[in-house]
């Protein structure tokens, strides 16, 4: 497939069915998330070949703790194992790691890991990638309104926004969803008020090229307005044209 060339700066993802896919092939559910964490790779790969910039996924919701417990430790160990296997990769491809949540609830081992990971790659340029662990969109908000109360600011649009986790990249111009949900479940609920929405039917570890070129196609045939008509927006690009 051919992909416009009008690509979004930042695609936002919520990796979902990982266990499906383990379940359809009656094997165990951290087996899922061990083939996701190979369909990451490969969608971090395509994004930088295809120009996206800023690339942020849901890996870990504040809510997956209410998982099985054996589920939640395989998941937290398969973290500890693709810290110390992805990222001399990602660096040498110029990915910048940024890993967004609440480390209050993480291990001292599992947050000296990620710190230690945003360290080594924080001179790399070509794509930003932000792996939300432990993640949830009002907490996010929650703790943006009480770093601003703990400074003594006003609580404000502009404030909020500067005092979020994801404060140091542009808003998502493209939200998806693998899976087959129909939802964001707490996912940057802030930051996707003027994304566009793209929901997959394929489970995250069956999403491939194929499947991202079509969310991007998709996203390239939208007009986005933010609040003005469709001839204001044709007016604006005429004039860029004779610019």
């Known amino acids: 497939m051919t992909v416009s060339t009008v690509v979004p700066h930042h695609v936002a993802i919520v990796m979902d069915g990982n266990g499906r896919w383990a379940t359809k092939r009656f094997l165990p559910r951290l087996a899922g998330h061990k083939q996701g964490v ?21 890996a870990f919701s504040s809510e997956n703790w209410n998982r099985p417990a054996e589920e939640v430790s395989g998941l937290m ?17 110029g990915v910048r790691l940024h890993f967004v949540g609440d480390r209050q609830g993480l291990s001292e081992k599992v947050a000296a890991g990620l710190a230690q990971a945003e360290q080594s790659t924080a001179h790399n340029e070509r794509l930003v990638l932000n792996v939300c662990f432990n993640y949830g969109g009002r907490w996010d908000i929650a703790q943006a309104a009480a770093s601003l109360v703990a400074r003594g600011e006003p609580i404000t649009e502009a404030g909020l926004n500067g005092a979020m986790a994801l404060a140091h990249v542009p ?68 004039s860029q044209v004779r610019a």
């Open 77 to 93: 160990s398969l973290l500890a194992m693709a810290l110390g296997r992805e990222v001399p990769s990602l660096s040498a491809e």
């Open 38 to 58: 190979e369909s990451l790779r490969r969608c971090v790969r395509a994004c930088i070949q295809r120009g996206v910039r800023v690339l942020t996924v849901f």
């Open 171 to 238: 808003d998502p111009d493209l939200f998806i969803r693998t899976g087959g949900e129909y939802r964001i479940s707490n996912f940057l609920l802030w930051q996707s008020a003027y994304a566009e929405f793209f929901f997959s039917p394929s489970l995250w570890p069956d999403f491939d090229e194929a499947a991202l070129d079509a969310a991007l196609q998709d996203y390239a045939s939208r007009e986005r307005r933010f609040g003005q008509t469709s001839a204001q927006i044709q007016q604006v690009a005429a």
